[in-house]
């Protein structure tokens, strides 16, 4: 129930009740003023009887002492006394006025008319007695009719007297009985209404009202400093603090959501922050190994809990291999072929395992564990795949926004065609095309780095010639001196290996620039090199042909001489083996070896 009605109910029981214990009063009152009108009117009553009585009384015995003694002021007390006839009369009138029962009225007649009578039998007597007849006079105050009419008065006296004491203590007793009564009601009227009022107090101003604020004061004092974590009372009321209860819980829940939304805003915000800031660093990126790092890096904080893959195209675009992985996936393979990805086949995201609603990838295991698999492309060409995996069966992943998952992914694939591209360019740009060899420019480069390089490191520079390469080429054709310059570029790449790095010089020239070993060891790796070719065979179209062999001249540096000569001396060195009949390896500093002495 409402307040407002409890209250109202109250207000108008505590009305009603102040209304009957006021009329209760009032009745109360009454019966009280009744009361004391009917014990004045007994104690009037009273008193006109004895008065009656004393009077008669007192008129005889006056009358009778003049007779008796005949002084002169015991006839002035008679004459005076007979005064009281009128006195009678008027209380007679009185006691008709105070409307006295009949009865009574009657009997105070009686003793009036015998009262009356004596007044005449003793006025009879005073007279005799004044005739001179005092015998007489005393017979008629002492004789039996006078005894008679004095006792007959006394006796009617007595009988009002009883009959007003007894109505008069009736009408007492009613009016006291009415107004104890009537005061009782009004007191517990009055009870009443204090114990409603008490109640009111209580229980709706203390219970329903004051408690409630006091904790609702505390729920909105902590809500006021956005502590939506509070809880509010959950019993549920149909009044107005229910309906303020209401209104805060209404409040509450538009700042927690609100707090949600926020929270929202912010991750937004911190996701597009995050991928910006990836964004940046991709475009940065030199090398394939950094763009690795950096998807590694941020795809975690961008998609937190989220463990996934890169993978990027071969180059026969045939199959894809992983480059990096981030929270450890276990649930796909580390390469597997393009065709088992549905996601590269349709061009766009995919997921796996989700309600099973969908074709799963072949590349994904049978552990129903959520996959989305997102092609990377660049100008309409698929180059890679991003792959998501969620352990927790939530499919948290798939539900990323489509546009984050879009926007990453194109980020990463241009990044990664960026960076093909320029591996491509800068192959074109430093490398040869027919044997895959750093070309000439590559080679100046490298000597003018070491030529300005200060640390002194010894370098070694080896020229190798293709003996009778032109032979070849007018034997069997072009083709068959590209495959012999392959042939050959292959067996000095692989017999160098990490100690030094192979150049085209031109034609049918290579170079091969070692640093940090003794001379030697360059002279021992010359002449490795040339027996490695010698005696491996070379076929052409099904045949053996050869064998080949290369002449190879040696020279070092700074100990024989600058870096800027190192070229030249290792090229005299390899003409003095052409012209040693080929098939030769010659030093420079050898050579220079066997000046010294020739001059010694």
């Not at 939304?261 to 922050?273: P, V």
């Amino acid at each position: 129930m409402r307040i407002t009605t409890i209250t109202n109910w109250a207000y108008g029981i505590t009305v009603v009740l102040t209304v009957l214990s006021a009329v209760a009063f009032i009745l109360s009152a009454r019966s009280a003023t009744q009361e004391r009108q009917a014990v004045e009117q007994h104690l009037l009553l009273s008193s006109m009887g004895e008065e009656l009585a004393l009077g008669a009384e007192e008129t005889t015995d006056e009358a009778r002492l003049y007779v008796m003694r005949g002084e002169t002021r015991h006839l002035d007390a008679f004459t005076v006394d007979e005064g009281e006839e009128r006195r009678r009369d008027a209380a007679i009138n009185k006691l008709r006025g105070l409307g006295i029962p009949d009865g009574e009225l009657l009997i105070v007649e009686e003793a009036v008319g015998d009262a009356e009578a004596l007044d005449k039998i003793e006025e009879a007597a005073v007279a005799t007695y004044r005739g001179g007849n005092q015998a007489s006079a005393r017979d008629m105050l002492f004789g039996p009719e006078h005894e008679r009419l004095q006792t007959a008065l006394l006796n009617d006296v007595s009988q009002f007297r009883s009959l007003a004491t007894a109505r008069t203590e009736a009408a007492v007793h009613s009016a006291q009985a009415r107004s104890n009564f009537w005061g009782n009601a009004a007191k517990i009227m009055l009870a009443l209404t204090a114990v409603i009022f008490l109640g009111v107090l209580y229980f709706i101003l203390r219970r329903r009202v004051a408690l409630p604020l006091v904790q609702m004061t505390g729920v909105v004092n902590r809500l006021a400093r956005q502590d939506y974590a509070v809880e509010l009372p959950t019993e549920r009321r149909r009044d107005e603090i229910g309906e303020m209860n209401d209104a805060i819980q209404i409040f509450r829940e538009n700042g927690l959501e609100r707090n949600r939304l926020d929270a929202e805003r912010k991750r937004d915000l911190q996701t597009k922050d995050l991928i910006l800031q990836m964004m940046h660093r991709l475009q940065a990126c030199y090398a394939q190994n950094e763009l690795t790092e950096v998807v590694a890096l941020f795809v975690p904080q961008i998609f937190p809990g989220i463990a996934g893959c890169l993978y990027t195209m071969n180059e026969s675009k045939s199959a894809l291999i992983e480059v990096s992985r981030w929270l450890d996936p276990i649930h796909t393979q580390p390469s597997f072929p393009a065709t088992a990805c549905w996601g590269l086949r349709r061009g766009r995201p995919h997921v796996s395992h989700v309600a099973d609603n969908d074709i799963a990838c072949q590349h994904l295991d049978e552990s129903g564990v959520p996959g989305l698999c997102v092609p990377l492309t660049a100008l309409g060409e698929a180059i890679g795949l991003l792959y998501f995996e969620d352990r927790t069966k939530d499919a948290t992943a798939v539900d990323a926004p489509q546009l984050y998952l879009e926007l990453i992914a194109e980020n990463i694939g241009l990044a990664i065609a960026n960076l093909q591209l320029r591996d491509k360019l800068v192959n074109l740009a430093v490398r040869d095309a027919l044997t895959g060899l750093f070309n000439r420019r590559s080679l100046d480069e490298t000597l003018n780095n070491l030529h300005r390089d200060q640390s002194a490191r010894t370098v070694v520079c080896m020229m190798i010639d293709i003996d009778h390469f032109k032979r070849f080429n007018d034997e069997f054709g072009h083709d068959a001196g590209d495959e012999v310059l392959r042939h050959v570029a292959q067996i000095v790449s692989d017999t160098v290996g990490d100690v030094g790095t192979v150049y085209r010089f031109g034609g049918e020239e290579l170079t091969v620039i070692a640093t940090d070993i003794a001379d030697e060891r360059g002279f021992d790796i010359a002449e490795k090199l040339r027996t490695s070719v010698f005696t491996t065979p070379f076929s052409y179209r099904g045949r053996i042909v050869g064998p080949l062999s290369i002449s190879v001249g040696v020279a070092s540096s700074p100990v024989s001489g600058p870096t800027t000569t190192l070229i030249n001396r290792a090229d005299g060195a390899l003409l003095q083996a052409k012209l040693s009949g080929r098939n030769k390896t010659v030093a420079a500093f050898a050579m220079a070896a066997e000046g010294e002495l020739k001059r010694g």
